[in-house]
């Protein structure tokens, strides 16, 4: 749902109970040595493109994103975060549908206050460390431009 590329203000709708989950890629290589470091370096790539891909769709930068999925674990996150983040768009009940792009552009407009986002970040970590490691949040880690979304 979200790796889709580029997209436009306000089409990322969630419904309340929704739950994101963002992960490593998974592939499986057998054969030569010379073909595993080919499948290898393949990987390497496609990582490094979602990250920037998310990157590219929300307020956080490419390092968060290779920080957070490349623990190799599943990382899920609840509606909200996923807004906090800006993977998202906003959370509409299920009886309504569509006509959100302008709460889009808002949206965007002005990244969440740091110390919400600190605490969703926080949260992520302790689910995805076994020991927790600090990874602080910098201002310079917030995309401050839209990054070419429209």
């Known amino acids: 749902m979200l790796k889709r590329g580029r997209r436009k203000q306000g089409n990322y ?14 592939s499986v290589a057998d054969g030569k040595h010379s073909n595993i470091k080919i499948d290898a370096l393949f990987g390497d790539k496609l990582h490094e493109k979602m990250c920037k891909m998310y990157a590219e769709n929300s307020f956080m930068d490419e390092k968060f994103y290779k920080h957070l999925i490349g623990q190799g674990r599943d990382v899920w996150m609840s509606a909200e975060e996923a807004i906090v983040l800006g993977l998202a768009d906003q959370i509409i009940p299920q009886s309504k549908r569509g006509g959100f792009r302008k709460i889009r552009g808002e949206h965007l407009k002005s990244p969440p206050p740091e110390a919400k986002l600190k605490k969703v970040i926080e949260s992520l970590n302790k689910r995805l460390l076994r020991e927790p490691q600090p990874f602080e949040i910098k201002v310079n880690m917030l995309n401050r431009s839209t990054n070419g979304i429209k």
Do not use: D, G
């Open 13 to 26: 709708h969630l419904y309340p109970n929704t739950q994101i989950m963002l992960h490593e890629h998974y």
